[in-house]
């Protein structure tokens, strides 16, 4: 069977026969005997997955496929990026960890990921290396806060996700998982997210005039509102796991005003939207307002190799010797492919590529909003939610989300799922994908949408309206 690997070009998803099929089922099967009962991808998506090159991925049946979901957004520049690949095999002679000495190469890592800040921002910042994972560097973000003002209350808002460690999962707004775990981080307040489509105040869609801003402003500044003046406010500019919600400029614009006349830090979590995902490198720079801690994580490397760093203000650096530490802070593979990555953003146009295909991936889908199951249709850049709901009553349609999602996956498209009760379609490609790419996975995802939510169940073939987005800029 010829690998992926040897193919400058590939002709396209292609899948056969049942999924999943044998050789996937009995991988499968192994899983479900030897490994946590936690796992979550293969229980929706179940495939077992043989190798992957740029934007597909086979299986080890031969079935190849599309894949949208681009390790939850890791792999910024798809898979085994040869740029990358050839980085990380250079530096495996030198050195693979150095804890946190400093190396040539992570000192390179340093500069260029200051050199991405906005001009007036970097010279001001300084990095943390944290542990492997983007919940390491929210606790760490955290912890630095209380400690540089000495205070202990953290905001968060409703909707978002931080991560799955004990003070990440506390600032997370998913009930469902920290429900069986007692005892959380004390201290965290929750205040509502402009989730217009889904007014978290019960008002009409887009009528709030930002009443979520205004009511975060009374209850912070309301000597009755039983707030004390928080270590931070934490916030996504865009929910990732929440379902794809981008924060309303205006919002964001009204939190930071906030928090910067009260002296409260402000973190933003870049670890879905940064390194280019939204079209910026980071999100926040589509919104005109600075943090003061910056979190990012997955895409850093561009190729799955784990890094995680907070950057922040310095006027915030009131860490002692070993106030943070992580034992895999120092992965030199991981600093190398990052440094590589840069490169490649720079010398590709990665950002005019992920404003282009976003904008392509605009108009394709735009012809989703008159779907009667079709809730909403959001995002920015290349990170896509369609949100299903039951055209009676709006309902979450979490049966029906599932339904697609199987459904495309049996004509090649990986996806997976978030927002409340997992009714939105997710949609995260590599950020160098390519025009053509995006058409077929679209029609895929919108030949599954119109056969699963028809009344007769007979569907449909993919509209006329995706293939008439072929032609492109």
């Excluded at 605009?362 to 009667?372: E, K, N, Q, S």
Aim: glycine share 10%; charged share 20%.
């Amino acid at each position: 069977m010829a690998s992926l690997r040897h193919h400058g070009t590939w002709d396209g998803p292609r899948v056969r026969g049942d999924l999943p099929g044998p050789r996937s089922a009995a991988l499968l099967a192994r899983q479900d005997r030897h490994e946590s009962n936690a796992r979550t991808y293969p229980r929706h998506l179940p495939i077992a997955i043989q190798e992957a090159s740029g934007p597909y991925v086979r299986d080890v049946d031969g079935n190849v496929f599309l894949d949208f979901l681009s390790g939850a957004g890791v792999l910024s520049l798809g898979h085994n990026h040869p740029a990358l690949v050839r980085a990380v095999i250079e530096q495996l002679d030198r050195l693979t960890h150095g804890l946190d000495f400093p190396t040539p190469v992570k000192d390179e890592f340093t500069q260029s990921q200051l050199s991405m800040l906005p001009p007036g921002l970097r010279d001001r910042m300084k990095v943390h290396f944290c542990g492997p994972t983007g919940a390491n560097a929210v606790e760490a973000a955290i912890k630095l806060c209380k400690i540089a003002t000495g205070r202990s209350d953290i905001v968060s808002f409703q909707g978002g996700f931080h991560g799955s460690s004990s003070a990440a999962m506390a600032l997370t707004g998913l009930v469902a998982q920290k429900r069986p775990v007692a005892n959380g981080l004390p201290g965290v307040h929750f205040f509502p997210y402009p989730y217009c489509a889904r007014c978290p105040v019960g008002l009409e869609p887009h009528a709030c005039d930002i009443s979520c801003a205004t009511y975060l402003e009374r209850s912070l500044t309301d000597s009755h509102g039983g707030i004390p003046l928080p270590a931070a406010v934490i916030l996504e500019l865009v929910l990732g796991e929440g379902g794809v919600v981008p924060m309303r400029a205006e919002f964001a614009r009204r939190v930071r005003q906030l928090t910067a006349e009260l002296g409260i830090p402000l973190i933003v979590d870049e670890v879905q939207t940064g390194c280019g995902r939204t079209g910026t490198w980071f999100a926040f720079e589509q919104y005109g307002i600075t943090p003061d801690v910056i979190i990012a994580s997955k895409a850093l490397s561009g190729i799955g190799a784990p890094v995680a760093v907070i950057l922040y203000d310095r006027r915030l650096d009131s860490w002692a010797p070993g106030a943070h530490t992580g034992t895999f802070r120092g992965n030199q593979l991981a600093f190398a492919a990052g440094v590589e990555a840069i490169r490649v953003f720079h010398r590709e146009d990665v950002a005019g590529n992920v404003r282009r295909r976003g904008q392509q991936m605009a108009r394709i889908l735009a012809g989703l909003v008159d779907r009667p199951w079709v809730h909403e249709v959001r995002g920015r850049g290349l990170m896509w939610g369609i949100e299903l709901a039951h055209p009676a009553d709006g309902r979450p349609a979490t049966a029906m989300a599932r339904r697609v999602q199987a459904h495309a996956l049996r004509n090649g498209l990986i996806f997976e799922l978030g927002g409340r009760d997992d009714c939105v379609v997710r949609l995260m490609p590599p950020l160098n994908v390519d025009a053509d790419v995006v058409d077929t996975a679209c029609a895929i995802l919108l030949a599954a949408i119109d056969t699963c939510t028809s009344d007769d169940g007979a569907g449909h073939a993919p509209s006329a309206a995706v293939h008439a987005h072929r032609n492109h800029e």
